[in-house]
């Protein structure tokens, strides 16, 4: 399925979500400090993301980024698309996130996000979107993927 341009993208209601309609988000390179940062932020300074000499024992061989930095990332880099800017109600929740390969500094990072579903919602007059995500490396390799539910706002008078 071919994605409209990313200006048809933007404030997304639960009407305009097409199933199987996929995007990808711009992307960006992971610096030493923003692990560093990040470790800072929350208090998990473990060596596997602090300390070289460590990691060069290991077998990564370097500092590795945290994986729940990824995910922090991938949400940030979704936002950058403005999909549901005025349009979310809430994120409902991440499932079946998987680490499938380590986040090195310096590796430049995009996501891909496919509408892998969407269903009226039971608590009110909303929609619920799984979008399932991607997060790709400059190399082309899959580092974490994961599901994502998200409520929108439903139009006005809408049936769909």
């Known amino acids: 399925m071919q994605s409209r341009p990313h200006e048809e993208l933007v404030d997304l209601c639960y009407e305009d979500v097409i199933v199987g309609e996929e995007v990808i988000t711009d992307s960006h390179t ?14 998990d300074r473990h060596p596997l993301h602090t300390d070289a000499d460590y990691c060069s024992r290991t077998a990564f061989g370097r500092p590795i980024a945290h994986g729940l930095y990824g995910v922090a990332l991938i949400e940030g880099l979704k ?3 403005k999909l549901y800017q005025n349009t979310s109600i809430a994120s409902l929740g991440w499932d079946k996130v998987r680490f499938r390969a380590p986040i090195f500094p310096g590796d430049t990072l995009h996501v891909h996000v496919r509408f892998a579903s969407k269903r009226e919602s039971q608590s009110g007059p909303h929609g619920i979107v799984v979008e399932r995500i991607e997060m790709l490396n400059q190399q082309g390799m899959v580092v974490i993927d994961a599901e994502h539910a998200a409520m929108l706002v439903k139009r006005a008078g809408s049936i769909a």
């Not at 992971?30 to 208090?43: G, I, P």
Request: hydrophobic share 55%; net charge negative.
């Open 30 to 43: 992971v610096t030493w400090e923003d692990v560093q940062s990040f470790a800072a932020l929350t208090r």
């Open 79 to 81: 936002a950058e698309l």
